[in-house]
T-cell receptor, first 114, second 115 residues
Framework: AQSVTQLDSHVSVSEGTPVLLRCNYS??????LFWYVQHPNKGLQLLLK??????LVKGINGFEAEFKKSETSFHLTKPSAHMSDAAEYFC????????????FGKGTKLTVNP | GAVVSQHPSRVICKSGTSVKIECRSL??????MFWYRQFPKQSLMLMAT?????????EQGVEKDKFLINHASLTLSTLTVTSAHPEDSSFYIC???????????FGSGTRLTVV
């Protein structure tokens, strides 16, 4: 069975500094991995998706994530944080094919300080 | 493209009444839709998988008689919270997986408050 562990429940950075949100996964099969962002009382927006193609995945708003099978990690990064990046971020895994149910991490709240 | 519209965005109801939440796929057909629930400061938990033309599949621990799901067409799934109680207050989100499109698409969510 798949599982996802987001290592930090809360990350705080200053505007203009790099962002690192950590995610480790467990999957019996070749996983599809996603990062979603959720702004307060809003739905989820897909940032990026890994599906066994390139291990470095570029997403929207300057975010990217690297799939490292040896470390079972899929950390989300951004070189320079903006105030608008403040939100809750979820790392998500599904089994190969992406048509099975999703398993969500517990989320990481990102705070961006001026 | 690939938009999922969810209504209402916010609803307050009295304890003991029922509330219906709609989830529509606007520009694609969704034979399967998913309903999630999010408690405050926690992650989303899958409640059920809604299948067009057949019964929904509920996750363990989810009361099917309390959370009625209907998926009567390829573009509409509804979740009805029956005899709502304050502990049902939560954020409910639906999603679908448009074939050939990049990732799952989520509705904007419904904040249910039962008073």
């Amino acid at each position: 069975a798949q599982s996802v562990t987001q290592l930090d429940s809360h990350v705080s950075v200053s505007e203009g500094t790099p962002v690192l949100l950590r995610c480790n996964y467990s999957s019996s099969y070749s996983p599809s991995l996603f990062w979603y962002v959720q702004h307060p009382n809003k739905g989820l927006q897909l940032l990026l998706k890994y599906t066994s193609a390139a291990t470095l995945v570029k997403g929207i708003n300057g975010f990217e994530a690297e799939f490292k099978k040896s470390e079972t990690s899929f950390h989300l990064t951004k070189p320079s944080a903006h105030m608008s990046d403040a939100a809750e971020y979820f790392c998500v895994v599904s089994e190969e094919g992406g048509s099975e149910k999703l398993v969500f991490g517990k989320g990481t709240k990102l705070t961006v300080n001026p | 493209g690939a938009v999922v519209s969810q209504h209402p965005s916010r609803v307050i109801c009295k304890s003991g009444t029922s509330v219906k939440i709609e989830c529509r796929s606007l520009d694609f057909q969704a034979t399967t839709m998913f309903w999630y629930r999010q408690f405050p400061k926690q992650s989303l938990m899958l409640m059920a998988t809604s299948n067009e033309g057949s019964k929904a599949t509920y996750e363990q621990g989810v009361e099917k008689d309390k959370f009625l799901i209907n998926h009567a067409s390829l573009t509409l799934s509804t979740l009805t919270v029956t005899s709502a109680h304050p502990e049902d207050s939560s954020f409910y989100i639906c999603s679908a997986f448009p074939r050939g499109v990049y990732g799952y698409t989520f509705g904007s969510g419904t904040r249910l408050t039962v008073v």
